[in-house]
């Protein structure tokens, strides 16, 4: 999987491309959000519209991250899931959990 961050105004914005599995790419992430946030960036959102397969680890990935940032008094949203994706967070309740829209720039906007 590979990270690309940009930044809109005051939100940062990173897109995941490839397959959401968890393992060593769980550790990026959650040392990435950890410089975010040392660098005052607290307002997240993730881009996963080139996401193409998540599993449980990658799941759980997406939990940890969000735990972090509000751990540290921000948020993470998440935008543009595929249908295959939008539909895992469906079946797992996990969208009573983040916040879910179908573009970044709604994202950036709820902001």
């Known amino acids: 999987m590979k990270f690309k ?14 397959k ?11 040392d990435l959000l950890h410089k ?15 996401v193409k397969l998540m599993n449980s680890s990658g799941l759980g ?5 969000l735990t972090t940032m509000r751990n540290a008094s921000g948020d993470l949203k998440i935008a ?3 249908k295959k994706i939008e539909n895992l967070l ?8 983040f916040d879910i829209f179908k573009t970044v720039k709604q994202a950036v906007e709820s902001y």
């Not at 975010?36 to 080139?50: F, T």
């Open 80 to 82: 543009a899931p595929s």
């Open 90 to 97: 469906i079946i797992t309740k996990l969208v009573k959990v």
């Open 5 to 18: 961050i940009k930044e809109s105004q005051t939100i940062t914005i990173i897109s995941l491309d490839g």
């Open 20 to 30: 959401v599995m968890g393992g060593p790419d769980s550790t990026v992430l959650n």
């Open 36 to 50: 975010l946030i040392a660098d005052g960036k607290k307002k997240i959102v993730l881009d996963l519209k080139n």
């Open 61 to 65: 990935m997406l939990i940890a991250a």
